[in-house]
């Protein structure tokens, strides 16, 4: 079955730390991978997206992630982490096969202490 | 900012009324596709509309339905509201190939009581 799994539901981090979010997914074809980060009432913005070829993908706001097929992860990193990066994170997956639609994670809600 | 745009933004109903959700897509994307964001959840794929025909569906019952319009503007409509239909209902636009991103709007946020 098509699923994406985001291990961490919150994580807290201070202020300049750097940042890793978990992602993994579980897909039978080559993924369309994507990061998307929602403010408290608000919609999703997309942070960054992988389609093919260079496995590193760097986003706005400084962040990026790496995809690791063989370890079928699409992890979310930033090196300093600024307070006004608090929000929740969605992983999220396009399927490539059928409709084209987004399979996202259950999300993990970021808290950065001053 | 995308330019996808949603009304309401807010709305309450009472448990078996009806309701329609609109959205208007970015310029140039001919899909659209709708997603229900349960509290604490990751959103989930009701359908997909393209050139007017809904392209998809997910695990969600006949009385959640949708049109698209010739303007690639869609509407959400849920018959019978239950409770558990409280949600953020989140429309995306996208183009029609698999390698573009969608644009998602701010969501309407509805509370069924």
């Known amino acids: 079955a098509q699923s994406v799994t985001q291990p961490d539901i919150h994580i807290t981090v201070s202020e300049g730390a750097s940042l890793e979010l978990r992602c993994n997914y579980s897909?039978?074809?080559?993924?369309?991978l994507f990061w998307y980060v929602q403010s408290p009432g608000q919609g999703l913005q997309l942070l960054l997206k992988?389609?093919?070829?260079?496995?590193l993908v760097q986003g706005i706001k400084g962040f990026e992630a790496e995809f690791k097929r063989s370890q079928s992860s699409f992890n979310l990193r930033k090196p300093s982490v600024h307070w006004s990066d608090a929000a929740e994170y969605f992983c999220a997956v396009g399927t490539t096969s059928g409709t084209y639609k987004y399979i996202f994670g259950t999300g993990t809600r970021l808290k950065v202490l001053a | 900012e995308t330019g996808v745009t949603q009304s309401p933004t807010h709305l309450i109903k009472t448990r078996g009324q009806q309701v329609t959700l609109r959205c208007s897509s970015q310029s140039g994307h001919n899909t659209v596709s709708w997603y229900q964001q349960a509290l604490g959840q990751g959103p989930q794929f009701i359908f997909q509309y393209y050139r007017e025909e809904e392209n998809g569906r997910g695990n969600f019952p006949p009385r959640f339905s949708g049109l698209q319009f010739p303007n690639y503007s869609s509407e959400l409509n849920v018959n019978a509201l239950e409770l558990d239909d409280s949600a953020l209902y989140l429309c995306?636009?996208?183009?029609?190939?698999?390698?573009?991103?969608?644009?998602f709007g701010q969501g309407t946020r509805l509370t069924v009581v």
């Open positions: 992988y389609f093919s070829g260079d496995t």
């Open positions: 995306a636009s996208s183009g029609v190939a698999t390698n573009t991103e969608a644009f």
């Open positions: 897909y039978g074809a080559t993924p369309y």
